[in-house]
């Protein structure tokens, strides 16, 4: 399809980008509003305000992405889905402290959105292109161009919104100068700020939409360039394994951000071998070839370390909220470590098995999110569970036990804990 063609099905999007767009902004301003101050309904109901949330944050970007790429009835099935687990996650969150909402916190929390919604995108990357081939395991190729071209879209978007708000705001300050404050007035003003915003993301990405030589060309540029980061992140690597032997295990635990530094530099090792392998179809050349494939080896070792790392720490103090996150970021990393060590060994085309290793850690990455974010595995109740077992096996003496973590993180499982600690006349130290 030629660019004309391109511009001629943009266009005929366009009343319906705008429509979602604007419901939207309309609907988040709506909530802004009951939640500010003294919230009103449905602010006061948060099992009803934070699903709604969620899915007016959600859906429409969703939608946008997926409707020019599936059949309408595909794309039905699967925004509903998505809609239905947002909901899902919004109840939760809503339901598991167990205390009615301070005043202005009626909103779901970066621990909760964040997650969500890396879970969601990633989840349509792989939806997207299984839905269009009617097949439970796409084309790699797909996927991959799926998701590239999703996170190239999302990012160029986002910067497009911030200039086109760094815009108004210095346009505001600049008619200031001849006191005109009309303009400085209405950014302050819920009812333009929000459907103003989603107007401008809605627009970025119909356009972008429209330019799909654009984001290859980007994309092509973008991962060639970081693609030769692979060989110097890879000579790192090589020189802190190959020096493991020469010093005590004990340093490398001393500091508490080693499992997350060793955690990063996998999955920086990952992005660049992926930058490298792209969709498979042109292996490069050289030194990012060899760089590659010791690449793929050196993950697994890295992952092995932090789960060691975290397995001591657990041991120590037992689970907590953030330990419990990081084993399962342990989990679906050593899923992708292992695959790519078992795709570096030299059988078949170049790293082919790369292909399936991403496939499945992309699939562990939702599960992973949606556990941590439903009952399934809500890191406040596994916490809860794991400390009262440790208390109550004598592996945590009650004098020094921590109890303003149940308290504070334990949500209303950790509230519960207390309240029979409480009323145990044999646990004097929790009554106190």
Not at 43 to 66: H, I, Y
Not at 114 to 133: H, I, K
Not at 297 to 310: K, Q
Request: with cysteine; charged share 15%.
């Amino acid at each position: 399809m030629d660019e004309h063609d391109e511009m001629r099905r943009a266009a005929a999007r366009a009343p319906g980008f705008a429509g979602l767009a604007l419901a939207q902004g309309v609907v988040l301003c709506l909530l802004s509003s009951a939640a500010a101050g003294f919230p009103t309904w449905p602010a006061t109901r948060p099992a009803l305000f934070q699903p709604l949330a969620l899915v007016a944050l959600f859906l429409p970007p969703l939608a946008m992405l997926a409707w020019p790429r599936l059949p309408r009835r595909a794309a039905f099935a699967w925004l509903g889905a998505a809609a239905l687990v947002a909901m899902a996650v919004g109840v939760h969150s809503a339901t598991r402290g167990g205390l009615p909402p301070e005043p202005g916190d009626a909103w779901p929390g970066a621990a909760v959105w964040f997650p969500l919604g890396a879970a969601l995108f990633v989840a349509q990357a792989l939806a997207v292109p299984a839905l269009r081939a009617r097949r439970l395991r796409p084309a790699y190729a797909e996927v991959f161009e799926t998701a590239s071209r999703t996170l190239l879209q999302l990012a160029l978007t986002a910067a497009f919104v911030g200039a086109f708000w760094l815009v108004l705001f210095a346009g505001a300050e600049l008619l200031k100068l001849v006191h005109i404050d009309f303009l400085s007035q209405l950014l302050e003003r819920r009812w333009f700020s929000y459907p103003a915003s989603t107007l401008a993301f809605a627009a970025a990405l119909l356009l972008l939409d429209a330019r799909p030589g654009l984001i290859a060309g980007v994309r092509t540029v973008l991962l060639a360039l970081f693609s030769w980061l692979l060989p110097v992140a890879v000579a790192i690597v090589a020189v802190f394994l190959l020096g493991l032997p020469f010093v005590s295990l004990a340093e490398l635990w001393r500091s508490r951000m080693s499992a997350g530094l060793l955690l990063g530099m996998a999955l920086a090792l990952a992005a660049f071998l992926n930058c490298a392998y792209q969709g498979g179809e042109a292996p490069p050349r050289g030194v990012r070839r060899l760089a590659a494939r010791v690449a793929a080896l050196e993950i697994l070792p890295l992952v092995a370390l932090a789960a060691w790392g975290l397995g001591l720490r657990v041991g120590q103090y037992g689970w907590s909220v953030e330990r419990i996150q990081g084993g399962a970021t342990i989990g679906v990393a050593a899923v992708a470590g292992a695959g790519y060590a078992f795709a570096a060994l030299p059988r078949g085309p170049w790293l082919k098995r790369v292909e399936g290793a991403n496939l499945a850690a992309a699939a562990a990455f939702v599960a992973a999110m949606l556990a941590l974010l439903t009952p399934a595995a809500d890191p406040a109740r596994l916490m809860v569970a794991d400390q009262m077992a440790r208390l109550a096996g004598g592996a945590a003496r009650p004098e020094s036990f921590d109890y303003v973590t149940l308290r504070f993180e334990g949500a209303r499982w950790g509230r519960a804990a207390l309240a029979r600690l409480a009323a145990d006349p044999a646990a004097a130290e929790a009554a106190r």
